[in-house]
């Protein structure tokens, strides 16, 4: 992340103020690896764009001097270059917070940036998988070929997935020591924020399976998940087992190990589940996030609707 910035044409004074910004994300803000290095690819763009368009090394004077149409300007490049409008939004918001940030320490004062309209987001809801489909792929990770424990460790994550709501980048940035051994386990999610999630028996022992199986002799420090070469496992790998068990089992393309996690709410949400419990497993800063799982569950029972009631 900080070579990125490093490179971007500006003064000293603003690659000083670059380089505080990027402390105080990971600090402060508490924001993971990830998350800083999409902000910095993000503010990179905009301070080339900025280079590009003043034909000089972006300096303090000049972010504060900047118009609303400097920023539209901007975000109509990106646009061109084929950004959508979920990716602009999230750019725009990375600008702002840059830009909140200097004005918090007297630096540059700018409310150009406040007064430029976000880009519409297309609403959407989680696509989760069938009850049926979900414990089928959750279950049947070993159905491809390839040796048996790297099925036990595709069904131990597949499962863990589901079972528990997992992020794929929380499952497979778990530690050998993190493995379950009770009815709980600590989870680190976004902005290294942890939560307690139950561990249900099924998901306990397709753990215990893989790592019964597996080959490699893990330390408390090392990854729970490794690949072939006992490093940690790539989400790539994942994909790619998903990819198989769509074609296996005539799934859609929406069948991805992140349609698992939705499955997971809204399969408690109909059950009876109720939203601040599910937010808590899930790990959403909001409430307004997991509430997009209610629009799921009604989109279903609307469809049981028109296809069984009469007068539908």
């Not at 004077?61 to 975000?75: I, M």
């Not at 990716?87 to 150009?112: C, E, I, Q, T, W």
């Amino acid at each position: 992340m900080t070579e990125t910035l490093d490179a971007v044409p500006a003064t000293d004074q603003v690659r000083t103020h670059l380089t505080d910004w990027q402390a105080y994300l990971s600090a402060e803000k508490r924001a993971s690896s990830n998350t800083c290095a999409a902000y910095a690819r993000d503010l990179t763009a905009f301070l080339y764009f900025l280079a590009g368009h003043s034909g000089g090394p972006v300096s303090l004077t000049a972010l504060g001097d900047l118009k609303v149409a400097d920023f539209r300007a901007f975000l109509a490049q990106r646009r061109a270059d084929g950004l959508s409008s979920r990716s602009l939004a999230r750019a725009l918001s990375v600008v702002r917070s840059f830009f909140r940030y200097l004005a918090r320490r007297g630096v540059v004062d700018n409310a150009s940036v406040t007064a430029v309209r976000s880009p519409k987001i297309p609403h959407s809801i989680p696509r989760p998988l069938t009850a049926q489909a979900a414990k089928t792929v959750a279950g049947g990770a070993d159905i491809a070929e390839g040796e048996p424990w790297v099925a036990a460790r595709d069904t131990a994550v597949m499962t863990l997935l589901y079972g528990c709501g997992l992020r794929i980048s929380e499952a497979l940035n778990l530690d050998r020591k993190h493995a379950p051994a009770g009815d709980v386990m600590t989870i680190t999610g976004k902005g290294n924020k942890q939560r307690l999630v139950p561990i249900l028996p099924v998901v306990r022992r397709a753990i215990e399976d893989y790592l019964r199986l597996c080959p490699f002799v893990l330390s408390p420090d090392d990854p729970l998940f490794v690949g072939v070469k006992g490093k940690r496992l790539s989400p790539r790998i994942i994909q790619g087992r998903m990819q198989m068990l769509r074609s296996a089992l005539g799934l859609p393309d929406t069948a991805t190990p992140h349609a698992l996690r939705h499955s997971f709410a809204t399969h408690l949400l109909a059950g009876g589940g109720d939203l601040r419990t599910i937010q808590e497993l899930l790990g959403h800063a909001s409430l307004s996030t997991t509430q997009r799982y209610t629009e799921v569950d009604t989109s279903r029972l609307l469809d049981i609707y028109e296809k069984a009631h009469p007068r539908a």
